[in-house]
């Protein structure tokens, strides 16, 4: 079974420009959630998708925003982009509704913003 | 404001010793609590949970312990294997707060030696 996976795995971009990431999640899972791992910090929750509609969004501003397909893909797009916007950015996906233990993450797309 | 610390960013520790990964929490409402284990180019890995009305979790090596009064947790490895060599995060969850909105920690960088 496959698990979660994301695209593009590298991505440089400069100031200003704007950035697509995506996320396909595990067969059967309806959930997305991305979060933030910038250097030196811990993840950082960005946005909670279920069921293609946005179920709750962390502290961050809103050029950071994104959307759920029908077949539960989804991607998160950062506009006006900023030095600091650079970051692991991790899609994971669960059953909705499950427990924790469900929480499976993809392998990360970097982003560099030059 | 990092309501998850870990405030070792590296530990090391000989094959077949114990590994005490150590974390503290600020946040009172904090629930359920879950450590993640990262390899290089890969995405977390879910690795054992506990909630807040237990005080110990234990699967196989790894058991994971909560003292509430403190705020602190600590994950237990034992005995530990070269295998074991990535970087751990802690994450809870807030009571009530929406499921896959976790917060984490820093992480600790795990080295195994033998």
């Known amino acids: 079974e496959a698990g979660v996976t994301q695209s593009p795995t590298h991505l440089i971009k400069t100031r200003g420009q704007q950035a697509t990431l995506r996320c396909s999640p595990i067969?059967?899972?309806?959930?997305v959630y991305w979060y933030q791992q910038a250097l030196g910090l811990g993840l950082q929750f960005l946005l909670w998708y279920d069921e293609g509609e946005e179920r709750n969004r962390g502290n961050f501003p809103p050029r950071f925003s994104g959307r759920q397909f029908p077949n539960y893909s989804s991607e998160l797009n950062v506009n006006a982009l900023e030095l600091e916007d650079s970051a692991l950015y991790l899609c994971?996906?669960?059953?909705?509704?499950?427990?924790?233990?469900?929480?499976?993450f993809g392998e990360g797309s970097r982003l560099t913003v030059l | 404001d990092q309501q998850v610390k870990q405030n070792s960013p590296s530990l090391s520790v000989q094959e077949g010793r114990i590994s005490i990964l150590n974390c503290d929490y600020t946040n009172s409402m904090f629930d359920y609590f879950l450590w993640y284990k990262k390899y290089p180019a890969e995405g977390p890995t879910f690795l054992i949970s506990?909630?807040?009305?237990?005080d110990k979790n234990e699967d196989g090596r790894f058991t994971v312990f909560l003292n509430k009064s403190a705020k602190h947790l600590s994950l237990h490895i034992v005995p530990s294997q070269p295998g074991d060599s990535a970087v751990y995060f802690c994450?809870?969850?807030?009571?009530?707060?929406?499921?896959?909105?976790?917060?984490f920690g820093r992480g600790t960088q795990l080295t195994v030696w033998p």
């Open positions: 506990i909630s807040s009305i237990k």
């Open positions: 994971a996906s669960s059953l909705s509704g499950q427990g924790y233990r469900e929480l499976f």
């Open positions: 067969s059967g899972h309806t959930s």
């Open positions: 994450a809870a969850k807030n009571r009530g707060s929406t499921l896959g909105r976790l917060y």
